[in-house]
């Protein structure tokens, strides 16, 4: 989890059911210390190609009363599976509506889900500044130029001599 400080977060619990959904639920409890619920779901045609997919996280706050709880866990136990919901058509909106029906849901915003990362050559170049002017030199004398690898997307990098040279100079 990038939480914007030097060094992303990494929680690591071992694997419990290998049900995906369990097994998040189960990080999320023991790592993060927050009881949740997650449901997901596959829509796969006959070519083993993926059509759909989604699901939900449903995480309770730490000032959720034992009847709010109790209303919540029986909602969750008698939903069905996310992938009937997606193949009857039910959009993220319409499945986190249906999951949370006993209670009030505002939708706050709705943006599309899509894999990115906010690396740049700027903030790896601010990466190996960083190192200081000794470290940077030994790169120079001994290696000639460097590569840095982000952790999350493993784009590589690279900077030259002459690029190290220049923040040197700097």
Same mark, same amino acid.
């Given at each position: 989890? %990038?939480? !914007?400080?030097k060094n992303p977060y990494i929680g690591k619990v071992p694997i419990q059911t290998g049900e995906i959904g369990d097994d998040l639920a189960y990080y999320f409890m023991k790592s993060e210390q927050v009881p949740s619920v997650?449901?997901?779901? &596959?829509? &796969?045609?006959? #070519? #083993?190609m993926i059509r759909k997919s989604g699901g939900f996280i449903v995480q &309770?706050?730490? @000032?959720? %009363?034992?009847?709010?709880?109790? &209303?919540? @866990? !029986?909602?969750i136990a008698n939903i069905s599976s996310v992938t009937s919901m997606l193949e009857s058509g039910m959009t993220p909106e319409d499945i986190i509506k249906f999951v949370? *029906? %006993?209670?009030?849901v505002d939708i706050l915003e709705s943006i599309?889900?899509?894999? #990115?990362? %906010?690396?740049?050559?700027?903030r790896m170049q601010n990466a190996v500044a960083s190192l200081g002017r000794k470290e940077i030199q030994a790169i120079i004398d001994e *290696?000639? @130029?460097? @590569?840095v690898v982000c952790h999350f997307c493993n784009t590589k990098h690279k900077f030259s001599k002459s690029d190290l040279e220049e923040l040197l100079d700097k």
């Amino acid at each position: 989890k %990038d939480l !914007n400080m030097k060094n992303p977060y990494i929680g690591k619990v071992p694997i419990q059911t290998g049900e995906i959904g369990d097994d998040l639920a189960y990080y999320f409890m023991k790592s993060e210390q927050v009881p949740s619920v997650v449901g997901l779901g &596959v829509l &796969v045609d006959g #070519s #083993s190609m993926i059509r759909k997919s989604g699901g939900f996280i449903v995480q &309770v706050m730490p @000032e959720c %009363d034992d009847k709010a709880l109790s &209303v919540l @866990e !029986n909602r969750i136990a008698n939903i069905s599976s996310v992938t009937s919901m997606l193949e009857s058509g039910m959009t993220p909106e319409d499945i986190i509506k249906f999951v949370m *029906q %006993d209670f009030e849901v505002d939708i706050l915003e709705s943006i599309p889900v899509e894999y #990115s990362c %906010d690396c740049s050559r700027e903030r790896m170049q601010n990466a190996v500044a960083s190192l200081g002017r000794k470290e940077i030199q030994a790169i120079i004398d001994e *290696q000639g @130029e460097a @590569e840095v690898v982000c952790h999350f997307c493993n784009t590589k990098h690279k900077f030259s001599k002459s690029d190290l040279e220049e923040l040197l100079d700097k």
